[in-house]
């Protein structure tokens, strides 16, 4: 008896747990889904009708126990890269992943040869 | 009638601009070190037409004048006069006369207030301020003049965007845009200063208190602006990075590395040719973003509405303007040589402008990518929060330790540093992440970096207030500030991301809804008439289990009748600790409600630490103006 | 001013970027999907708003061409747009055209076909909106032709006008 007690509460802790896992996991991929009737909003932010009716797709799949990719890679299949907000890791947008990373990379190396400069004249 | 004052007022502006640039090019030939009486009248009489010519548009206004066809498209006789005001900036023909305003503004201010420095420079910057001033002078009468007339007279106008009718969006933009058309101060300075061979020193001098207040003006600016958005747009976020907004903070990114790289001038002499790209470079950011802004090219919830033939015009001009400053560079700029010892304070800054770089860079390509796809290939992508938040974050973790342990070094050289006490705070921020972390609710690695890193910020600036205040140190007091707003900022919008919860569901009148620990019971609703719109309160009882307290939440629908448009206001409860914050909005054809629940911890904290940083700026501009 | 290399670098990418900017105003930068073609629909399963049948991909199989059309009773554009299709409709003997009611009643759906005329030869209904997002639509009146192997060969968003049904008429034959 006591038993059973223990594994129900357990259940009751651990779904709302998860129920609140499950709540962040939605509003993130919301967040990351262009409201393409909007102008600039997501889907979590607009209160469209295309924005409710993605959202009730977007459940769906999650109960179906796809992942975020899985969803995300649907509907661009259906809508196009533009209704995602994180921009794929495609040979498209290479350029806009690396361009930062270069620049950081390349401001590295003006500060340490500029520097660097210096260290010989130390002495004097 | 206002029309015609208005339109030759302008030209007069123009008229002033032309002739000043002539009389200062004349007396250039004079080798002497007095600016001619007649160039201060002249430009005391642009000063004064200019800001008659807002006024004019200003009266135009209030007096809801339709005849003009400005006040026509933005203001209705049913709009409360604050906003009838207000409403003379928010569109885009009056917002550039107040970019003209500043302009000039600036240009008499630099004329008066510089006049220790050398003469050529002085009018060397006069003149190519004025050639800027002529060139949105033209563009304004060419195509966006705000006194044109209509004909016949309407008897009623088009009311503005009820969005608009806000008091943060009301101060918003002349914020801004004193941020933003401020730095064309220093762009003339700097091709004042190449043409003239004003360098070094004198020339950081020159432009310290400038790059200053439009670096304290446009951080108040894009503050504002984010709280506007959170409590008007209704979706609980404070910042999209939105092409708009973006627009924005490439210029704040830009000044932020001039502000400091211009220290490194003034105390070493040295990096003048980089202080000089900042100036020009931070300008044609701002010029860039308006293009981006109100040419129509990009897709935002924020666009003006957009007209090709103004992307056209601000397209030449900007292309003007940038290959004037580049051709002048190169010609004019003579490579330095550089003295840099690795353990200096010199090395440091140049670190925040190695780190400002990239943020910028990070913003520009986030922003410009889509378009160049588009262009070149046909492909719309979207880039979003994620992009951002994936390539930034990270880096502000390396980039808070060198905001703290940068200023613990000393100019030139720093041979013994004290560490003891460094490494002792910094073991304290470690343990104070601990802390939360094991009573509040774990995180991932990323996040326990970036709390670490803000906490370490947060208690050395204690540290060093400390020690400065002891040591009566009054010019390090604007630095701590304004660093220590910066930690707290990245603090408390780390704990607000990670502790929020948002959930969004659908309810019937009489229903309710359990989440988390707090229930939430959807009353009834309200219809309510207002001056100007019609709006469906909802009555929301927000039960907190943990406490036993009660709140109650409105939300409201609002139909504007003109222009007719729907807007949603959030029910926003603003408490010490954390904001409630709940949307309402019908779901079509259906008795049900979409409702958006949120609690945002700290919100308020966010507001007031953004407001501390630029606090910092302004206390070194009082230091500045008692030391005179 | 010496010329080098890193000054012809320098200039070059400023002219570049000012010619995308230039070109990019050019550009209409309003998204749609119109162009999203050449990809084959999902299979769906719809009840009929007649009976308790269901209607799937398989029927659409059978006809060269197929145009599926969604609708609503409380879609002023859908009404406008009518005509053209009671025009298409049996223009062709392997043309079909399946109507798909869009977050409608069934009742309401059935008055509005009663009232204006039936031009479908199958009428499903999508109550909930979910199944329009398998077909990629995203307002209504939106339509997609599609050949006997589901391939989808046109995209009209928004109603059928003249030059639209002109086109519809032209990909039939």
Same mark, same amino acid.
């Given at each position: 008896m006591k038993l059973e007690k223990i594994i129900i509460i357990y259940f009751f802790l651990f779904s709302s747990l998860f129920a609140n896992e499950k709540n962040i996991e939605l509003t993130e991929i919301y967040k990351n889904l262009r409201c393409l009737i909007c102008q600039g909003q997501s889907i979590a932010d607009s209160n469209s009708d295309f924005a409710s009716t993605i959202k009730l797709v977007v459940q769906d799949q999650i109960k179906e126990g796809k992942t975020k990719k899985e969803i995300y890679d649907f509907l661009i299949s259906k809508y196009g890269e533009w209704i995602v907000y994180q921009p794929t890791f495609t040979k498209n947008n290479l350029l806009l992943w690396v361009l930062p990373y270069l620049i950081l990379a390349f401001g590295g190396f003006v500060i340490y040869f500029l520097v660097k400069k210096n260290r010989h004249t130390k002495g004097n | 009638m206002l029309s015609s004052i208005g339109t030759i007022l302008v030209f007069l502006i123009l008229a002033l601009s032309l002739l000043i640039i002539y009389n200062a090019y004349l007396d250039l030939k004079i080798r002497d070190q007095i600016v001619k009486k007649n160039i201060y009248n002249l430009s005391l009489f642009q000063i004064t037409f200019t800001i008659l010519s807002f006024f004019t548009l200003i009266i135009g206004f209030i007096n809801s004048d339709f005849s003009l066809i400005n006040v026509y498209e933005n203001s209705h006789t049913a709009k409360p006069l604050f906003y009838k005001v207000a409403g003379t900036w928010g569109n885009h023909e009056g917002s550039l006369l107040l970019w003209i305003n500043i302009l000039v503004l600036f240009s008499y201010l630099f004329l008066v207030f510089n006049f220790k420095h050398e003469k050529k420079y002085r009018l060397y910057t006069l003149i190519f301020q004025n050639i800027l001033i002529v060139g949105f002078v033209i563009f304004l009468l060419l195509n966006s003049n705000p006194f044109s007339l209509i004909y016949p007279i309407p008897l009623e106008g088009l009311g503005l965007n009820p969005i608009l009718q806000d008091p943060a969006l009301a101060i918003h933009p002349p914020l801004l845009y004193v941020g933003f058309v401020g730095c064309s101060i220093y762009f003339s300075a700097a091709m004042g200063s190449m043409f003239s061979e004003y360098k070094g020193k004198q020339f950081a001098l020159s432009i310290k208190s400038w790059v200053q207040i439009s670096w304290?003006?446009?951080?108040?600016?894009?503050?504002?602006?984010?709280?506007?958005?959170?409590?008007?747009?209704?979706?609980?976020?404070?910042?999209?990075?939105?092409?708009?907004?973006?627009?924005?903070?490439?210029?704040?990114?830009?000044?932020?590395?001039?502000?400091?790289?211009?220290?490194?001038?003034?105390?070493?002499?040295?990096?003048?040719?980089?202080?000089?790209? &900042?100036? &020009?470079?931070?300008?044609?950011?701002?010029?860039?973003?308006?293009?981006?802004? %109100?040419?129509?090219?990009?897709?935002?919830?924020?666009?003006?509405?957009?007209?090709?033939? %103004?992307?056209?015009?601000?397209?030449?001009?900007?292309?003007?303007?940038?290959?004037?400053? &580049?051709?002048?560079?190169?010609?004019?700029?003579?490579?330095?040589?550089?003295?840099?010892?690795?353990?200096? %304070?010199?090395?440091?800054?140049?670190?925040?402008?190695?780190?400002?770089?990239?943020?910028?860079?990070?913003?520009?390509?986030?922003?410009?990518?889509?378009?160049?796809?588009?262009?070149?290939?046909?492909?719309?992508?979207?880039?979003?929060?994620?992009?951002?938040?994936?390539?930034?974050?990270?880096?502000?973790?390396?980039?808070?330790?060198?905001?703290?342990?940068?200023?613990?070094?000393?100019?030139?050289?720093?041979?013994?540093?004290?560490?003891?006490?460094?490494?002792?705070?910094?073991?304290?921020?470690?343990?104070?992440?601990?802390?939360?972390?094991?009573?509040?609710?774990?995180?991932?690695?990323?996040?326990?970096?970036?709390?670490?890193?803000?906490?370490?910020?947060?208690?050395?600036?204690?540290?060093?207030?400390?020690?400065?205040?002891?040591?009566?140190?009054?010019?390090?007091?604007?630095?701590?500030?304004?660093?220590?707003?910066?930690?707290?900022?990245?603090?408390?919008?780390?704990?607000?991301?990670?502790?929020?919860? @948002?959930?969004?569901?659908?309810?019937?009148?009489?229903?309710?809804?359990?989440?988390?620990?707090?229930?939430?019971?959807?009353?009834?609703?309200?219809?309510?008439?207002?001056?100007?719109?019609?709006?469906?309160?909802?009555?929301?009882?927000?039960?907190?289990?943990?406490?036993?307290?009660?709140?109650?939440?409105?939300?409201?629908?609002?139909?504007?009748?003109?222009? @007719?448009?729907?807007?949603?206001?959030?029910?926003?409860?603003?408490?010490?600790?954390?904001?409630?914050?709940?949307?309402?909005?019908?779901?079509?054809?259906?008795?049900?409600?979409?409702?958006?629940?949120?609690?945002?911890?700290?919100?308020?904290?966010?507001?007031?630490?953004?407001?501390?940083?630029?606090?910092?700026g302004f206390v070194q501009l009082i230091l500045k103006k008692n030391e005179n | 001013m010496k010329i080098n290399i890193s000054k012809i670098i320098i200039f070059s990418f400023v002219i570049f970027f000012l010619s995308i900017f230039w070109l990019g105003l050019k550009k209409d930068n309003n998204y749609d999907t119109k162009n999203f073609i050449g990809n084959k629909i999902s299979n769906f399963q719809l009840s009929s708003i007649y009976n308790n049948d269901y209607i799937s991909e398989e029927v659409l199989k059978k006809n060269k061409f197929t145009l599926i059309n969604f609708f609503a009773s409380w879609c002023a554009p859908c009404r406008t747009e009518h005509k053209y299709l009671i025009n298409l409709s049996n223009k062709n003997k392997e043309f079909k055209i399946l109507g798909i009611s869009f977050k409608d009643k069934k009742k309401n759906s059935i008055n509005f076909l009663n009232e204006l005329g039936n031009p479908y030869n199958f009428v499903a209904e999508d109550a909930d909106g979910k199944a329009s997002i398998s077909f990629g639509i995203y307002g209504i009146p939106e339509s997609i032709l599609i050949n006997n192997e589901l391939v989808i060969i046109k995209k009209i968003v928004g109603p059928i006008d003249q030059k639209y049904y002109e086109e519809i008429l032209q990909l039939i034959q």
């Amino acid at each position: 008896m006591k038993l059973e007690k223990i594994i129900i509460i357990y259940f009751f802790l651990f779904s709302s747990l998860f129920a609140n896992e499950k709540n962040i996991e939605l509003t993130e991929i919301y967040k990351n889904l262009r409201c393409l009737i909007c102008q600039g909003q997501s889907i979590a932010d607009s209160n469209s009708d295309f924005a409710s009716t993605i959202k009730l797709v977007v459940q769906d799949q999650i109960k179906e126990g796809k992942t975020k990719k899985e969803i995300y890679d649907f509907l661009i299949s259906k809508y196009g890269e533009w209704i995602v907000y994180q921009p794929t890791f495609t040979k498209n947008n290479l350029l806009l992943w690396v361009l930062p990373y270069l620049i950081l990379a390349f401001g590295g190396f003006v500060i340490y040869f500029l520097v660097k400069k210096n260290r010989h004249t130390k002495g004097n | 009638m206002l029309s015609s004052i208005g339109t030759i007022l302008v030209f007069l502006i123009l008229a002033l601009s032309l002739l000043i640039i002539y009389n200062a090019y004349l007396d250039l030939k004079i080798r002497d070190q007095i600016v001619k009486k007649n160039i201060y009248n002249l430009s005391l009489f642009q000063i004064t037409f200019t800001i008659l010519s807002f006024f004019t548009l200003i009266i135009g206004f209030i007096n809801s004048d339709f005849s003009l066809i400005n006040v026509y498209e933005n203001s209705h006789t049913a709009k409360p006069l604050f906003y009838k005001v207000a409403g003379t900036w928010g569109n885009h023909e009056g917002s550039l006369l107040l970019w003209i305003n500043i302009l000039v503004l600036f240009s008499y201010l630099f004329l008066v207030f510089n006049f220790k420095h050398e003469k050529k420079y002085r009018l060397y910057t006069l003149i190519f301020q004025n050639i800027l001033i002529v060139g949105f002078v033209i563009f304004l009468l060419l195509n966006s003049n705000p006194f044109s007339l209509i004909y016949p007279i309407p008897l009623e106008g088009l009311g503005l965007n009820p969005i608009l009718q806000d008091p943060a969006l009301a101060i918003h933009p002349p914020l801004l845009y004193v941020g933003f058309v401020g730095c064309s101060i220093y762009f003339s300075a700097a091709m004042g200063s190449m043409f003239s061979e004003y360098k070094g020193k004198q020339f950081a001098l020159s432009i310290k208190s400038w790059v200053q207040i439009s670096w304290c003006f446009q951080t108040l600016g894009i503050t504002v602006g984010s709280i506007w958005a959170y409590y008007e747009l209704g979706w609980g976020g404070f910042w999209f990075w939105d092409p708009v907004e973006n627009a924005s903070l490439l210029p704040w990114f830009a000044i932020t590395a001039l502000m400091h790289s211009v220290m490194v001038l003034e105390r070493r002499n040295t990096l003048y040719a980089w202080v000089i790209i &900042l100036c &020009l470079l931070t300008f044609i950011l701002s010029v860039t973003g308006t293009f981006l802004v %109100r040419s129509g090219i990009l897709n935002s919830v924020h666009t003006f509405a957009s007209d090709p033939s %103004r992307g056209i015009y601000i397209l030449f001009f900007l292309s003007l303007m940038i290959f004037t400053s &580049l051709i002048s560079f190169f010609k004019k700029c003579k490579k330095e040589s550089y003295n840099l010892n690795l353990k200096s %304070r010199e090395t440091f800054i140049l670190a925040n402008n190695w780190f400002m770089a990239f943020f910028l860079v990070t913003v520009l390509v986030g922003t410009l990518y889509p378009i160049f796809l588009d262009v070149i290939t046909d492909v719309k992508i979207s880039v979003g929060p994620p992009f951002y938040n994936i390539v930034i974050i990270p880096l502000v973790i390396p980039f808070l330790f060198l905001m703290t342990v940068g200023p613990q070094f000393k100019w030139i050289n720093s041979q013994n540093i004290k560490y003891r006490k460094t490494i002792f705070i910094f073991f304290g921020a470690v343990i104070i992440n601990l802390f939360i972390y094991y009573f509040f609710g774990s995180y991932s690695v990323l996040t326990n970096l970036i709390f670490i890193a803000a906490m370490f910020l947060i208690l050395h600036c204690f540290l060093d207030a400390t020690q400065s205040i002891s040591k009566n140190k009054k010019f390090e007091y604007p630095r701590i500030i304004s660093h220590l707003g910066f930690g707290l900022l990245v603090l408390f919008i780390g704990v607000n991301h990670q502790y929020s919860l @948002e959930v969004d569901f659908n309810l019937k009148v009489g229903e309710n809804k359990k989440v988390n620990n707090y229930e939430i019971y959807f009353e009834n609703t309200k219809i309510e008439q207002n001056k100007n719109y019609q709006s469906v309160i909802g009555n929301f009882k927000l039960i907190d289990l943990k406490r036993n307290r009660i709140q109650y939440l409105y939300p409201e629908i609002r139909i504007y009748s003109d222009p @007719e448009t729907l807007t949603y206001e959030a029910a926003i409860k603003s408490k010490i600790t954390s904001d409630f914050y709940l949307t309402m909005s019908n779901v079509s054809r259906s008795e049900y409600y979409n409702i958006k629940f949120q609690t945002k911890p700290f919100m308020t904290w966010i507001w007031v630490s953004a407001f501390i940083v630029a606090l910092g700026g302004f206390v070194q501009l009082i230091l500045k103006k008692n030391e005179n | 001013m010496k010329i080098n290399i890193s000054k012809i670098i320098i200039f070059s990418f400023v002219i570049f970027f000012l010619s995308i900017f230039w070109l990019g105003l050019k550009k209409d930068n309003n998204y749609d999907t119109k162009n999203f073609i050449g990809n084959k629909i999902s299979n769906f399963q719809l009840s009929s708003i007649y009976n308790n049948d269901y209607i799937s991909e398989e029927v659409l199989k059978k006809n060269k061409f197929t145009l599926i059309n969604f609708f609503a009773s409380w879609c002023a554009p859908c009404r406008t747009e009518h005509k053209y299709l009671i025009n298409l409709s049996n223009k062709n003997k392997e043309f079909k055209i399946l109507g798909i009611s869009f977050k409608d009643k069934k009742k309401n759906s059935i008055n509005f076909l009663n009232e204006l005329g039936n031009p479908y030869n199958f009428v499903a209904e999508d109550a909930d909106g979910k199944a329009s997002i398998s077909f990629g639509i995203y307002g209504i009146p939106e339509s997609i032709l599609i050949n006997n192997e589901l391939v989808i060969i046109k995209k009209i968003v928004g109603p059928i006008d003249q030059k639209y049904y002109e086109e519809i008429l032209q990909l039939i034959q």
